[in-house]
């Protein structure tokens, strides 16, 4: 874990739990693409750094979930390197309490409020900033959170944070976090069409040919959505309705993954509102869902 992996001539990545992108325009200078999930991933990517004699620049943020900014902190801290981040990922990364607080819904509990969900803030600059590394191209890749961004490097190496589940994760898991369902099928089906030397997903093996995995987190968001409206069969409260999606993919609920999985639900669900297939009841104070 951690290891420094070259896959251009001036592209690489830190293998990590969420991909580390590394582009290095010079033999002094290097630019990160996230920077991982806490202050000791902060350490060990700079570690990593170091030992190659590279000076940290800048890191440009593809979305604001603590996994991919909790080394942030630490990392500008000790270097005084830049934090770019675009559109609504920038007020996220700068005050991370944002996360917790919009997946509960409200002021989140202790139990909430911890480095998987809540990462340090950091100081941060627009993508639209004269300082952003302006080898990288930033591809908009909407639909897993609200503003996330892609980037492409002068090697042609893409990369494109969480747009895509594995194959194993999809198997695993059944239901994976997004926030907005119509652009994310918008955003996969752009990808699947995308070409580039090598593309280089945060949890997924990074390949030259996209379009296949892109395919299959599709058609599970499809499956996704076509589980709910078997749930609706006859009208349901949400609570009622997550019990059962965790059942049917066989998840075990704690606080973390109701706010993960109860955001996702909720999502589906307004897109199948907006899509007309889907209706909602207000019956003895309840709102209860119903299929259209």
């Not at 202790?110 to 930033?138: E, I, M, N």
């Not at 990808?191 to 892109?214: E, G, R, Y």
């Not at 987190?217 to 589980?227: G, I, K, M, P, R």
């Amino acid at each position: 874990m951690f290891e420094l992996v070259q896959v251009a001539a001036h592209t690489y990545y830190i293998q990590s739990p969420a991909k580390i992108g590394v582009y290095v325009p010079d033999e002094h200078n290097a630019v990160l693409i996230d920077s991982g999930n806490d202050k000791d991933a902060g350490r060990k990517v700079l570690k990593v750094l170091t030992e190659q004699n590279w000076v940290l620049s800048a890191i440009v943020n593809t979305h604001s979930n603590a996994d991919h900014i909790g080394g942030n902190r630490y990392l500008q801290s000790q270097t005084g390197c830049k934090v770019f981040a675009g559109g609504m990922e920038g007020p996220f990364t700068r005050w991370p309490q944002l996360e917790p607080a919009f997946l509960y819904g409200g002021y989140p509990c202790g139990d909430l409020r911890h480095k998987f969900l809540l990462a340090q803030p950091s100081d941060v600059l627009d993508f639209t900033d004269p300082g952003f590394p302006s080898a990288l191209t930033p591809i908009p890749l909407p639909g897993h959170f609200f503003d996330m961004a892609g980037f492409r490097t002068p090697d042609d190496v893409v990369f494109l944070a969480d747009c895509l589940c594995s194959d194993a994760t999809l198997q695993k898991y059944g239901v994976t976090f997004l926030y907005d369902v119509a652009a994310y099928l918008t955003t996969l089906d752009a990808v699947a069409q995308m070409q580039a030397a090598l593309f280089v997903p945060a949890h997924a093996d990074a390949t030259a040919d996209i379009a296949p995995l892109a395919r299959r987190n599709t058609t599970q968001v499809l499956a996704v959505a076509d589980t709910l409206l078997g749930l609706l069969r006859a009208p349901i409260s949400f609570e009622d309705v997550l019990k059962a999606v965790f059942d049917h993919y066989g998840l075990a609920m704690n606080f973390e993954q109701h706010v993960l999985v109860g955001s996702t639900v909720r999502s589906y669900l307004s897109w199948l509102r907006d899509a007309g297939k889907a209706n909602v009841l207000f019956e003895d104070n309840r709102m209860l869902w119903v299929a259209a």
